[in-house]
């Protein structure tokens, strides 16, 4: 099992915290335990659509960031889930170089893994690039297309860096997309994905809304059941 999942990708709107909305449903669903942590100051996706699960954490500060591993630490069988704002990966690489996080994960028999969730673009590829270049083979990756943001990814493809991404041990899944009216609904109404898939919620989904969501859910659900978390 993974005990913390990092879910990144640097850039602004390619869909990190879509993806941790997913991933934090997926662990509802299937009754494994999980904290969340949210570095967005502003407006954090986990704190508004699971705030039950969620506490927030300040990423320029170390002592904020260590209470990501002393949660990990204190249950094993408890999966911890931090969603990255934009643009906060150099302090999180200081963080952990100068504390010597990998080390210490290693020391304590935890697991981490870092989720590059990527557009079709140009810079998702060169954030992917930097990624690598910064921690090689020393990261467990997981690189998330979401195709919600762009379905082509030839330009990831024809870099090399997914391949290379590959070589070093990485998992390449899909995030599908999905009717764009139906994800502002269930935005606007901070509604969680499993209440939009609901019959009478306040949104007033209609009956094939509702079962668009249900389909992407399963389809992402499947994705997420080919990793280890």
Known sequence: MSNIHFMGGEKGG????????????YFIDHEIP???FDTDRSHGALLRFYRDYTSPVVIDQYESLDSILEAASSDYDQRVLVDLAAQTQSALTRWMEESDVLEVIQELGLSLRYWH?????????????????????????????NQIRGEDFRILE?????????????EVIQLKHLHEPVMIKIDRNSSSFWHATQNGVEHEMGLMERQRVKRWLKNSYQE???LTV
């Open 14 to 25: 390619v869909g990190k915290s879509l993806m941790a909305r997913v991933l934090a449903q």
């Open 34 to 36: 999980f904290l969340g």
């Open 117 to 145: 969730v990527m557009d079709s673009g140009q810079d998702s590829v060169d954030l992917l690039r930097k990624l690598l270049d910064r921690f090689e083979d020393r990261l467990s990756y997981i690189v998330v297309l």
């Open 158 to 170: 024809q870099s090399g860096q997914k391949q290379r991404a590959l070589e070093m041990g990485a």
């Open 224 to 226: 997420i059941d080919r």
